[in-house]
C-alpha cells in the first residue's frame, strides 16, 4: 500500500512477572473474560520485540497499568528504562488515582513519556476521581494522547462506558484520550463521544476479528461512521495477548471494505501525524 510499515498504539509490553500474572488471568479463563483466550505469543521479550518487527511494526507501545495503588510509578520507571532500550517503542506511561500522582506524571513526561494507558476496568477507579484531576489536566495541556479501556469489554467495571470517561472530558475538551478497543461494546456511544469531542481517538484493538464480532459484533450501520472519522482511529492489536495470529486483525480491517485511504491513515499515516514519526 506504499506504507513505510505499521504503527501499532496499542501493545503490551511489562515488566516479566506482571506480564505472567497477565497471562495466567488469560490462562484462568477468568471473570474477565468468560471462555478460553489462548495467548498466541507467549515468548521471550526479545522474541516478541522480533516479531513485531517481522510484521513491518515501525512503532509501537508499552501499554501497562496498574491495578492498585503504589504500583504506578514502579512500572514507569521500568517502561522508562524498556523505552531508552528499545527506540522504536514509544515511551509509555501510567498513572492511579493516589497521592502524588500528578508528580510522578510530570516526572515521566520530563523524561519523555510520549503517551499514557488508562485501564478503567482493571484498575477499577473512577476517571472522574478529584484525585486525577491535575494529571488529566497536566495530559491535556501537554497534548499527550491517553490509550484508556474505558468500554465495558469484555465484562463491564464500575467505571466503565461513556459516561465516566465523559465526565473527564466535559471538564478536559482538549484531552488526546485514545479510546482503546473501539469502546467495545459500546461502540455507538464512544463514536458519539469522538464526534462531539474533536480529540478524541479509539483504537481497532481486536475490533473486527472473528473472536470479539462472536461476543460483542460491530453494528454494520455504524461504519459509514469510521469513514467519517478517518482520521482519528488508529491501529492496535493487544499483542502479544491475542489468541489469534497478529495478521488477524490486519485482515480484518481490510475487510471492512472501507477503502485503501482508510487502510493507510488507520495503519500509519494517523499515528504518525499524532506522535509525530516521520
Ligand atoms: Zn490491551
Not at 506504499?2 to 488471568?25: C, N, Q, S
Not at 491495578?67 to 510509578?73: D, Q, S, Y
Not at 498513572?95 to 508528580?103: A, K, L
Not at 492496535?236 to 472501507?258: H, K, Q, V
Amino acid at each position: 500500500m506504499g506504507l513505510p510499515g505499521l504503527i501499532d498504539v496499542h501493545t503490551h509490553f511489562m515488566p516479566e512477572r506482571v506480564l505472567e500474572k497477565v497471562w495466567a488471568y488469560f490462562d484462568a479463563a477468568g471473570p474477565l473474560t468468560g471462555r478460553p483466550w489462548p495467548i498466541a505469543y507467549r515468548e521471550e521479550e526479545g522474541q516478541r520485540l522480533a516479531r513485531l518487527r517481522e510484521f513491518g511494526v515501525r512503532a509501537f507501545t508499552a501499554m501497562l497499568y496498574p491495578h492498585k495503588p503504589g504500583m504506578a510509578a514502579w512500572l514507569n520507571s521500568w517502561s522508562a528504562d524498556f523505552a531508552a532500550r528499545t527506540p522504536d517503542c514509544l515511551h509509555t506511561a501510567t498513572f492511579y488515582p493516589e497521592p502524588g500522582v500528578e508528580e510522578y506524571v510530570r516526572a515521566a513526561l520530563a523524561q519523555g513519556a510520549r503517551v499514557f494507558k488508562a485501564h478503567l476496568q482493571v484498575g477499577a477507579y473512577d476517571p472522574a476521581d478529584p484525585l486525577l484531576d491535575g494529571t488529566w489536566g497536566l495530559l491535556a495541556a501537554t497534548g499527550t494522547p491517553v490509550v484508556t479501556h474505558c468500554g465495558s469489554g469484555p465484562t463491564p467495571g464500575k467505571h466503565t462506558g461513556p459516561g465516566p470517561i465523559g465526565a473527564v472530558l466535559a471538564r478536559h475538551p482538549g484531552l488526546r484520550l485514545i479510546v482503546a478497543h473501539l469502546g467495545l461494546p459500546e461502540y455507538r456511544d464512544f463514536l458519539d463521544l469522538a464526534e462531539r469531542h474533536p480529540y478524541v481517538h479509539l483504537d481497532t484493538t481486536m475490533a473486527f476479528t472473528a473472536f470479539t464480532e462472536r461476543q460483542a459484533p460491530f453494528p454494520p450501520d455504524q461504519l459509514p461512521r469510521l469513514l467519517d472519522l478517518q482520521d482519528r482511529i488508529l491501529l492496535g492489536t493487544d499483542f502479544p495477548n491475542i489468541p489469534y495470529p497478529y495478521a488477524e486483525a490486519l485482515r480484518s480491517l481490510a475487510g471492512l471494505g472501507l477503502g485503501d485511504d482508510w487502510l493507510r491513515a488507520v495503519c500509519h499515516d494517523n499515528a504518525a501525524r499524532l506522535f509525530d514519526i516521520s
